[in-house]
């Protein structure tokens, strides 16, 4: 069955620009959560979703902001973007229960130029 | 604050040698996942351990979960250059599945 797909895989913007990261689950995965991947900071949990609802949020700024959509389909928005922005953004799914495989996507790589 | 700790950070093996990664978690949980990543990569899913003196292989690869001492080990066996990768074990920071605390990492090189 297909993985986790993330949109876009590269991209590069500038300082004080906002992005969009696109995640679409494994089908039937309702559980859908971002981390961010740094060399300095390793990998952080942004936040997670469940049934169109953020149900963990992590250490971050109110610069980061994501949502998910009625068919589990998720995004992920970061606002006015530093350079320290710029890493490698992973989304992850699983099904409900605790305990199972959580799935991660190929990843966004942003640079923050 | 859950903090998750491994050891070694850097590993350098030769082919045919065994090793052991160690994970240490601070808080109780009884769930404990290992993953693979290679460089350029994402996190592929090695081992989901679910309760006290889970044990599972894969290959060349055995997980061990001890919740009593809040550790966990990544056995290598007979290590082969295709297990040069960096190894991360992570653990829920709550009950239910996610979020993830994850350790930093140990990059495994195998050398001839």
């Known amino acids: 069955k297909a993985g986790v797909t993330q949109t876009p895989r590269y991209l590069i913007k500038t300082r004080g620009q906002q992005v969009t990261l696109s995640c679409s689950p494994i089908s039937g995965h309702r559980s859908v959560s971002w981390y961010q991947q740094t060399p300095g900071q390793g990998l952080q949990f942004l936040f997670e979703?469940?049934?169109?609802?953020?149900?963990n949020k992590g250490n971050f700024p109110g610069r980061f902001s994501g949502r998910q959509f009625s068919n589990s389909r998720s995004e992920m928005n970061v606002s006015t973007l530093e350079l320290g922005d710029s890493a490698l953004y992973l989304c992850?799914?699983?099904?409900?229960?605790?305990?199972?495989?959580?799935?991660f996507g190929e990843g966004s790589w942003l640079t923050v130029v | 604050e859950l903090k998750v700790e491994q050891n070694p950070l850097f590993l350098s093996m030769q082919e045919g040698k065994n090793y052991t990664i160690y994970c240490n978690y601070s808080?109780?949980?009884?769930?404990l996942y290992w993953y693979r990543q290679d460089p350029g990569k994402s996190l592929e899913s090695l081992f989901v351990?679910?309760?006290?003196?889970a044990v599972k292989q894969e290959g060349r690869l055995m997980a061990s979960l001890d919740t009593k001492a809040r550790l966990s080990t990544l056995h290598i066996t007979a290590a082969v250059h295709d297990l040069s990768a960096t190894y991360f074990c992570a653990v829920d920071l709550q009950p239910g599945n996610t979020p993830l605390v994850f350790g930093k990492g140990t990059r495994l090189s195998v050398i001839a």
């Open positions: 992850a799914s699983s099904l409900a229960s605790a305990g199972n495989t959580i799935y």
């Open positions: 979703y469940f049934s169109e609802t953020q149900r």
């Open positions: 808080t109780t949980s009884d769930r």
């Open positions: 351990l679910l309760s006290n003196g």
